[in-house]
């Protein structure tokens, strides 16, 4: 795993957005002043990629990934593993409780020659390739197969933090033994004697199955083919044979078809000329046709005298005159003499509204007069009471007064009115005042009313008047008109005369229908007995018809009885004929069924030789299907067995080979199954591993210490002090960290390039206290951090704030910290 991009914001000390570049960064130093952020840079590529750190102390610790006061942590890592580029992103957030959850996490695979330069520092969980992992569980095993290491052994051999230096130097040799694994990919041999088990197992699986069709085919050998070949080669011969005796056959079935057909051809005749017959009431058709024609002329004779009398009483009707002028001339006789009375009427009626509307317009004038006085007396007594007033002021204001109110002439309350006293003028006055008021009143209603009776019957008077010059002016109209009349009674009289004339003429009419009728019905029953006539003909020619094409007599279209007797008598002789050629042709049928029978068969016989049922069909066509369908069945058993016979020469072969790889996989999983192989993998390993570490710790220390290890267990070699090995956990706090260094330092030399899985060693970060180190053994750790960078083939970080080891470093990043947040600055390459 080799990191090229880590974003920050709002985790722990960094908490503006912050990007540290590794890109190019093959050597680097993370430098600052102590709390300065060093180590949480560490912390951060920790956290992306497996969401705790160690110092943290597991899961529980995630609260710490938030900056004081903040809300939210984005981390985002950009990292390069096994030559492919993965964008691993988490987010944590703190809720409304103070709960501190993990709220966003993905690992996602980046298209290949992705620029990452060109992302800038957001934090949002964009699309930026394919998504291998979107929440924390899935994380945990996506990150797993990318880096290829579990999170201890990431801490142990790739990002080495403070307090966890020396692990892998006071490793139990089991867990030791399980890194070494991992990181040499050791594991794929424990899978390989799985698969090597399962394949031998799958092998008696399908050997057992092989060896069951193997069984099942045992019947389709080389004999059974054989016998199912000869078997084809028969049904074959049986398909020609059948097909050349198909001619024969078909050619008496021909002939035979041809003398029944001129059997069947003779029976038809002789059933045709049975049919003809002459039909019941043929001689009657023509004598009933023409009585009907007779009885047609007499009713025609009848309709002509009936209207010629019709037509002389119409000629004395139109010399009488006409019945609608007389009757008009006398309708207006008959108005003008009602016309007369009404005029009298109306005229009586005129002189009766005249005098009554004289009447009322004298009662009006009466009621007029009668108002006019009432009002003289009405406005006298105003007078009066207005004069009394001005006599008796005291008794007039009385009446203006109420109790608790104010005086108008003292303005002092009054407490209760005094009665006017009885018999004041003012008393007197207004009680003559209403006298007058209520006989004003009477008079102007009675006027009223007898003004309104006057304007009605005025108006009454004016409608009857118009009535009745109406009347008098429709009377000199009709009068006018009736200038010229003869006068009521002769009218009367030459209207009787027209009604006489009128009676007879509707007699006339109803003779002549009645006559028409007749004439109608005989017309019709003329047609009814041509109609049975033309039907005898058709019925005789749709007979003759039928033996035309026998030559029957010509027949005389004037003679139907005639006809018919001829044709009956020409048909009883041809009938007699045809007999005798029927029972000819009907003999040469019964020899050609024989011989048709005979020769179907002889083609039977064939199927019959040859082991085969006769076909169940009667026609051609089923004989040679027979045959053919026997053919095909032959010719499929055959190709049955024939498969069947390869299929067992394919079980054989696969027997075969299964019982060959079964033994190799069953030998390969016996060899792997005691882990031997492993074992001696791993001691190689560790041998190359502690040769290393020897070889480095020996330059640390000056030739003092060489490293060994026996059974797993590791050992330091003292030479100041003869030779004398002692355990790793004896030495002391700087001669641990030059062992885990030079340890550390063998894992990525030694062990990276012998990695044959994800699990390579493409960088290593040391983030320990190399403040303890005297200027020679800092010179040579130095000095061993340089060469292994130099080899280009992985990354290499130190986080250190030793001056004189960060300026030998060419890539440095220096971590800043103010009052709000951390800082990070590349300087160098």
């Known amino acids: 795993m080799r990191p090229l991009r880590l974003d920050m ?33 560490l912390d951060a590529i920790c956290f992306a990629l497996y969401g705790t750190v160690p110092r943290w102390g597991g899961s529980r610790g995630i609260g710490n990934a938030l900056a004081p006061s903040a809300t939210e942590a984005r981390v985002r890592l950009v990292f390069e593993s096994a030559g492919s580029r993965y964008v691993a992103t988490r987010v944590v957030r703190r809720d409304g409780r103070g709960n501190v959850k993990t709220a966003g996490a993905g690992l996602q695979l980046m298209p290949p020659g992705f620029d990452v330069t060109r992302l800038d520092t957001g934090m949002s969980l964009d699309d930026l390739g394919d998504v291998l992992a979107g929440t924390p569980a899935e994380m945990d095993r996506a990150i797993e197969e990318a880096v290829g290491l579990p999170y201890e052994q990431f801490t142990s051999c790739v990002v080495l933090p ?18 070494l694994v991992n990181l040499l990919g050791l594991h794929v041999y424990e899978e390989v004697q799985t698969r090597a088990s399962t394949r031998a197992t799958k092998a008696e699986a399908q050997l057992a199955v092989v060896d069951q069709a193997l069984a099942g085919l045992a019947d389709a050998d080389d004999e059974a083919v054989d016998a199912a070949a000869a078997r084809l080669a ?82 004395e009707l139109a010399a009488a005159g006409d019945a609608g002028s007389l009757g008009l001339l006398l309708d207006r006789h008959i108005e003008c003499e009602r016309l007369t009375g009404q005029a009298e009427w109306f005229a009586g009626e005129v002189s009766v509204a005249e005098v009554e509307h004289r009447d009322a317009v004298a009662a009006a004038e009466l009621a007029r007069a009668a108002h006019l006085g009432a009002e003289q007396l009405l406005e006298q007594a105003r007078l009066d009471y207005a004069e009394a007033q001005t006599l008796d002021r005291a008794a007039a204001l ?84 009736l200038v010229d009349s003869p006068g009521v009674e002769a009218l009367r009289t030459r209207l009787a005369e027209l ?101 179907r068969e002889a083609v039977v016989a064939l199927f019959v030789g040859r082991g085969l049922p006769a076909p169940a069909g009667g026609a051609d066509a089923d004989l040679i299907r027979a045959a053919a369908v026997a053919a ?56 190359l591993l502690v040769d290393g570490a020897s070889r480095i710790l020996r330059e640390l220390t000056g030739g003092q210490y060489d490293l060994v290890h026996d059974k797993g267990e590791f050992f330091a070699v003292d030479h100041h002090d003869a030779g004398l090995r002692r355990a790793v956990r004896t030495l002391s706090g700087g001669e641990t960290f030059q062992a885990s260094l030079a340890l550390a330092l063998a894992l990525s030399e030694q062990l990276a390039g012998m990695s044959t899985t994800a699990a390579s060693l493409e960088s290593i970060v040391l983030d320990e206290g190399f403040g303890t180190l005297d200027a020679a053994t800092l010179d040579v750790v130095a000095a061993t951090l340089e060469n292994l960078a130099a080899r280009g083939d992985r990354m290499v970080g130190v986080v250190t704030h030793v001056h004189a080891l960060a300026e030998r470093v060419p890539v440095r990043f220096e971590v800043h910290k103010d009052a709000r947040t951390a800082h990070v600055e590349r300087v160098g390459l």
């Open 162 to 179: 403070q307090g966890q230096f020396a692990d892998f130097l006071h490793a139990k040799p089991a867990t030791r033994q399980q890194i």
């Open 632 to 687: 095909e069945r032959a010719e499929a058993a055959w190709q049955r067995l024939a498969d069947r016979r390869e299929q067992a020469r394919e079980f054989a072969e696969q027997r075969a080979g299964l019982v060959r790889d079964g033994r190799v996989a069953k030998s390969l999983a016996g060899h792997l199954r005691a882990n031997n192989f492993e074992r001696w993998l791993l001691e190689e390993a560790l041998d």
């Open 499 to 599: 009604s006489r004339i009128q009676r007879r003429l509707d007699e006339a009419g109803a003779e002549v229908r009645s006559a028409r009728e007749a004439h109608r019905r005989a017309q019709a029953a003329v047609g009814a007995a041509e109609e049975q006539r033309r039907m005898a003909w058709r019925s005789f020619d749709a007979v003759r018809d039928l033996v035309a094409r026998f030559g029957p007599p010509p027949a005389d279209r004037d003679d139907l009885a005639g006809a018919w007797s001829a044709l009956v008598k020409w048909a009883d002789e041809s009938a007699d004929r045809r007999e005798v050629a029927r029972d000819e042709a009907a003999a040469a049928v019964e020899a050609a069924q024989a011989e048709t029978r005979r020769t």
């Open 234 to 315: 028969a049904m074959r011969e049986l398909t020609g044979e059948v097909e050349a005796a198909m001619p024969r056959l078909r050619a008496v079935r021909e002939r035979e078809a041809e003398l029944a057909a001129t059997r069947d051809a003779v029976a038809a005749e002789l059933a045709a000329l049975s049919r003809v017959a002459a039909p019941d009431g043929s001689a009657r058709v023509a004598e009933a046709t023409a009585a009907a024609r007779v009885a047609v002329e007499t009713a025609a004779e009848a309709v002509r005298a009936v209207e010629e009398r019709e037509e002389k009483v119409r000629g």
């Open 9 to 41: 914001a709002g985790f722990t000390v960094f908490r503006d957005e912050t990007t540290v570049d590794f890109t190019d960064a093959d050597y680097f130093a993370l430098v600052g002043p102590t709390g300065s952020g060093k180590s949480t840079v």
């Open 398 to 481: 009385r009446t203006h007064l109420a109790a608790g109110e104010a005086c108008p002439v003292c303005e002092q309350t009054v407490t209760a009115v005094p009665p006017v006293p009885e018999g004041s003028a003012v008393q007197v006055a207004e009680r003559q005042g209403k006298a007058a008021r209520a006989a004003a009143d009477v008079a102007s209603t009675a006027w009223k009313q007898r003004d309104a009776v006057a304007r009605e019957l005025e108006r009454g008077l004016d409608r009857k008047r118009a009535q009745f010059e109406q009347h008098k002016a429709r009377l000199a109209e009709v009068t006018a008109g």
